[in-house]
């Protein structure tokens, strides 16, 4: 049951995502972009303060090892940042770029299929901890991943002009998220004492997302009009984890 859950959380959250991304870049919801990047970012932060990280601390470990895996894993992801390994693609401001040559899109290809690898094993862990927190962090992948994935797909189409070859790549590359979960699920079950470290690890994530990548990108001269609406979605994504919290089983 645990592992039928990890892959539907995983397939959503992967594959889910890219679609999504294709309906915001190239179809009728392209208008919603910015509204999904505050969202997301809400998304985000609720799941790693409000859920991931108190069950962490739930785990019966000492707070300090607990806050220097934390501080550990925002420096891992910056530094992942750095070499483009991690969000090779976030900084893009869903503007066409000159198409790239292409070895350009395998580069691209390889670093979302390793993104979503490590997505997947986070999800896992989630799911490990209990299938309410599992469904909430599928949730939030999702919503950060939507961004990143508009950005391959603009990459992409820009080298071939083919949206539907764009598409296919990409799902692919979302569904690593799948085989990241298995691998999450095989690697935490046999480490069950370490959990509350891989819970840190996702919020970690999920922090420096929120704050390094789609933040950013919201803090930008606005009207009074659009600033409300950029933090009426921001709450939206928090009301919607919540949502999510109180429908789903503990």
Request: hydrophobic share 55%; proline share 3%.
């Amino acid at each position: 049951m645990l592992l039928i859950a990890i892959l539907i959380g995983t397939l959503v959250a992967g594959i889910g995502s890219v679609w999504l991304a294709a309906l915001l870049g190239f179809g009728v919801l392209s208008r919603y972009t910015q509204h999904m990047l505050s969202m997301a970012a809400g998304a985000l932060l609720a799941t790693a303060f409000l859920h991931l990280l108190p069950e962490a601390f739930e785990a019966r470990l000492q707070a300090q090892p607990l806050f220097v895996a934390l501080l550990g894993g925002l420096i891992f992801f910056f530094l992942l940042d750095k070499v483009e390994l991690w969000h090779h693609g976030h900084e893009h401001h869903h503007e066409l770029p000159a198409a790239p040559a292409p070895g350009g899109t395998w580069a691209v290809l390889a670093g979302d299929t390793v993104h979503c690898f490590g997505d997947g094993v986070l999800i896992a862990s989630a799911f490990v901890a209990n299938l309410q927190l599992g469904m909430i962090a599928a949730l939030a992948v999702l919503a950060h991943e939507v961004p990143h994935h508009m950005g391959d797909l603009i990459v992409l189409k820009g080298n071939s002009d083919d949206r539907q070859l764009a598409l296919i790549k990409v799902s692919l590359a979302g569904a690593m998220t799948a085989l990241g979960g298995l691998c999450g699920y095989w690697l935490v079950d046999r480490l069950q004492g370490f959990l509350g470290y891989f819970l840190v690890l996702a919020s970690s994530s999920f922090i420096y997302v929120a704050l390094a990548d789609l933040i950013p990108q919201l803090q930008k001269r606005l009207s009074t009009r659009q600033t409300l609406a950029q933090i009426a979605w921001l709450l939206a994504g928090i009301a919607l984890v919540s949502l999510v919290s109180a429908l789903t089983p503990g």
